[in-house]
């Protein structure tokens, strides 16, 4: 199964980390809740560099507010 395999929080950044796919295409989303009934884009699509490789992605850390993340696999 695909998941994002590293979560790290540096002063106001939170960097995600999953294995890439140099076929595939990627879309961050988010919610305040994991039953949300909508996600919302963080990022556009990001194309995966190299052969099996590894992508990582830094997002604004938004302190305070519970906020779950997901990738979508395109």
């Known amino acids: 199964d695909f998941q994002i395999t590293s979560v790290a929080q540096t002063n106001s ?4 980390t999953w294995p890439g796919n140099p076929s595939a295409r990627y879309t961050l989303e988010a919610a305040p ?10 990022s556009p699509f990001v194309q995966i560099p190299g052969v099996n490789g590894t ?3 830094s997002i604004p850390w ?13």
């Open 13 to 16: 950044t939170l960097w995600l």
């Open 33 to 42: 809740a994991l039953d949300a009934a909508a996600w919302t884009n963080v």
């Open 62 to 74: 938004q302190g305070g507010s519970n906020r779950f993340y997901r990738l979508k696999v395109d």
């Open 55 to 57: 992508q990582s992605l």
